[in-house]
């Protein structure tokens, strides 16, 4: 059973940086996506950036291009999400999550997920 760890987040000025990491484990193959969320009260939960073990095109919704950057260390079955240049519009709950099967594209946008961490809060005030 894939399990995932986050860590990271907390409360950061506008304009400011915030990097989250996701440590999994439990896979059953070399190939996995792991890819981030995020959800605020009221809304469906959106796919932020989504990364597979073997493409190197990651994938980022486009509020967050330029901004964000997910990079991933897989000796350590870990993902980060730097995050820079943070909005208000950034504040929401973040997930990492998990599939063995799918592309990272098909993750992000259409949250085809196995696996979900516990989340973490990221909010963006001055």
């Known amino acids: 059973q894939v399990q995932l760890v986050e860590s990271g987040g907390g409360l950061v000025q506008p304009g400011g940086s915030l990097s989250l990491s996701c440590a999994a484990s439990?896979?059953?193959?070399?190939?996995?996506?792991i890819g981030w969320f995020r959800q605020v009260p009221g809304k469906e939960r959106e796919g932020v950036s989504c990364?597979?073990?073997?493409?190197?095109?990651?994938y980022y919704v486009d509020s967050v291009k330029g901004r964000f950057t997910i990079s991933r260390d897989t000796t350590k079955h870990t993902v980060y999400l730097q995050m820079s240049n943070l909005k208000p519009e950034d504040t929401a709950h973040y997930y990492c999550?998990?599939?063995?099967?799918?592309?990272?594209?098909?993750?992000?946008?259409?949250?085809?997920?196995?696996?979900w961490g516990q989340g973490t809060r990221v909010t963006v005030s001055s």
């Open positions: 439990g896979f059953t193959r070399d190939y996995y996506v």
């Open positions: 990364i597979s073990t073997t493409d190197n095109n990651a």
């Open positions: 999550a998990a599939d063995q099967w799918t592309s990272a594209q098909s993750m992000c946008r259409h949250l085809v997920v196995s696996a």
